[in-house]
């Protein structure tokens, strides 16, 4: 079946630090794949996609690039903020989501 | 416009004891999820449906767990004698329905808690 396996956490960075965190994936056909994060308080909010090899998601500053040679969509933020904590979660879209564990990032001032 | 709704907000309940989760999708989407996020188990698909039929629930966890969608849009998610391990935030999401390329939109969630 199909699964997402994430980076696990927690991560914590100082404001402009680079953030990179791994995701790879098991699926049959081609899945779209996502980036969701979860501030604190709040519900889960689409970050990013991508819908077939090759293609990059991008907002907010962060991008994730579809490897289907690698089964990886990676997520990476140049310089990241304090604004930025919160949890990511990679997903796979077989009609349904399947998600990784969630990775938690803290970011310091 | 408006997002998805879902109500209530937090729902505490006493073990044995019926709930009803309700979610309002966005206007016009004919696809709505149910997943559930607990500690231990992370975030899991209970439930998928188009229209008002679910082809696809294999996700939910006994049969004390139901729900149904009428007129295509609201949802109910009923759990029967609810059990400690209940203890979630359940997610409602929808989507256009236009296919696996679809983005799914999360509502905030009801957390339940058994005591």
């Not at chain 1, 970050?47 to 962060?62: I, M, P, Q, Y």
């Not at chain 2, 966005?26 to 188990?41: F, K, V």
């Not at chain 2, 979630?88 to 989507?95: G, W």
């Amino acid at each position: 079946g199909n699964s997402v396996t994430q980076m696990e956490g927690p991560v914590t960075l100082s404001e402009e630090a680079f953030l990179t965190i791994n995701c790879t994936y098991t699926a049959t056909g081609y899945p779209s794949l996502f980036w969701y994060v979860q501030y604190p308080g709040e519900g889960l909010q689409l970050l990013l996609k991508a819908t077939k090899a090759d293609d990059k998601g991008s907002n907010k500053g962060f991008e994730a690039t579809y490897r289907k040679e690698t089964t990886s969509f990676h997520l990476e933020k140049g310089s990241v903020q304090v604004s930025d904590s919160a949890v990511y979660f990679c997903a796979l879209d077989d009609y349904k989501l399947s998600f990784g564990a969630g990775t938690t990032v803290t970011v310091r001032a | 416009g408006a997002g998805v709704s879902q109500s209530p907000s937090n729902k505490v309940t006493e073990k044995g004891k019926d709930v009803e989760l309700r979610c309002d999708p966005i206007s016009g989407h004919t696809a709505l999820y149910w997943y559930r996020q607990s500690l231990g188990q992370g975030l899991e698909f209970l439930i998928y449906f188009q229209g008002n039929s679910a082809p696809d629930k294999s996700g939910l966890p006994s049969d004390r767990f139901s729900a149904e969608r009428t007129g295509g849009s609201v949802s109910t998610l009923t759990i029967q004698r609810t059990q400690q391990e209940d203890s979630a935030v359940y997610l409602c999401a929808s989507s256009s329905g236009q296919g696996s390329r679809d983005t799914q939109y999360f509502g905030p969630g009801t957390r339940l808690t058994v005591l």
